[in-house]
C-alpha cells in the first residue's frame, strides 16, 4: 500500500505545475487523499484534501483560487494544480490518505516520499 508523489520542479514565479499523487496496492476511490508540504524550517501544512465524494474538498487559505484539487478514480490518481506560484510556495509536497476514511478529517495517515517544488526566479 503506497502513494507516491510526484511532477515537483523548479519553476518561475508566477508558473504553474501539475502535482500527482498514485496509489499502488490498494484503490483508492473510497479515500479521502490530502496534500501537505514542508518548507525548510517551517511544520509541515497541509494544503488541500479531496475526499471520495468530490464536493468534500478543503483548501488552505494560502492556496485558495490558485490550487485545484481532483481525482481520477480511473488511473488510480488525484491531482493538484498548482498556477501563479509564489515562492512562498517552495516546499517538499506530499500526498497521504486522511484518517476520516473517506472524509477530509485533516488528520493524516503514513507518509512516502515527497516531491520537491521551488518557485524562484
Same mark, same amino acid.
Given at each position: 500500500?503506497?502513494?507516491?508523489?510526484?511532477?515537483?520542479?523548479? !519553476?518561475?514565479?508566477? +508558473? @504553474?505545475?501539475?502535482?500527482?499523487?498514485?496509489?499502488?496496492?490498494?484503490?483508492?476511490?473510497?479515500y479521502? &487523499? $490530502?496534500?501537505?508540504?514542508?518548507?525548510?524550517?517551517?511544520?509541515?501544512?497541509? !494544503?488541500?484534501?479531496? +475526499? @471520495?465524494?468530490?464536493?468534500?474538498?478543503?483548501?488552505?487559505?494560502?492556496?485558495?483560487?490558485?490550487?485545484? &484539487? $481532483?481525482?481520477d478514480?480511473?488511473?488510480?490518481?488525484?491531482?493538484?494544480?498548482?498556477?501563479?506560484?509564489?515562492?512562498?510556495?517552495?516546499?517538499?509536497?506530499?500526498?497521504?490518505?486522511?484518517?476520516?476514511?473517506?472524509?477530509?478529517?485533516?488528520?493524516?495517515?503514513?507518509?512516502?516520499?515527497?516531491?520537491?517544488?521551488?518557485?524562484?526566479?
Amino acid at each position: 500500500v503506497q502513494l507516491q508523489a510526484s511532477g515537483g520542479g523548479l !519553476v518561475q514565479p508566477g +508558473g @504553474s505545475l501539475r502535482l500527482s499523487c498514485t496509489a499502488s496496492g490498494f484503490h483508492l476511490d473510497y479515500y479521502a &487523499i $490530502a496534500w501537505f508540504r514542508q518548507a525548510p524550517g517551517k511544520e509541515r501544512e497541509e !494544503v488541500s484534501c479531496i +475526499g @471520495s465524494s468530490v464536493i468534500n474538498t478543503y483548501y488552505a487559505d494560502s492556496v485558495k483560487g490558485r490550487f485545484t &484539487i $481532483a481525482r481520477d478514480d480511473a488511473k488510480n490518481t488525484v491531482y493538484l494544480q498548482m498556477n501563479n506560484l509564489k515562492p512562498e510556495d517552495t516546499a517538499v509536497y506530499y500526498c497521504t490518505t486522511d484518517k476520516g476514511g473517506s472524509w477530509c478529517t485533516h488528520r493524516p495517515n503514513t507518509w512516502g516520499q515527497g516531491t520537491l517544488v521551488t518557485v524562484s526566479s
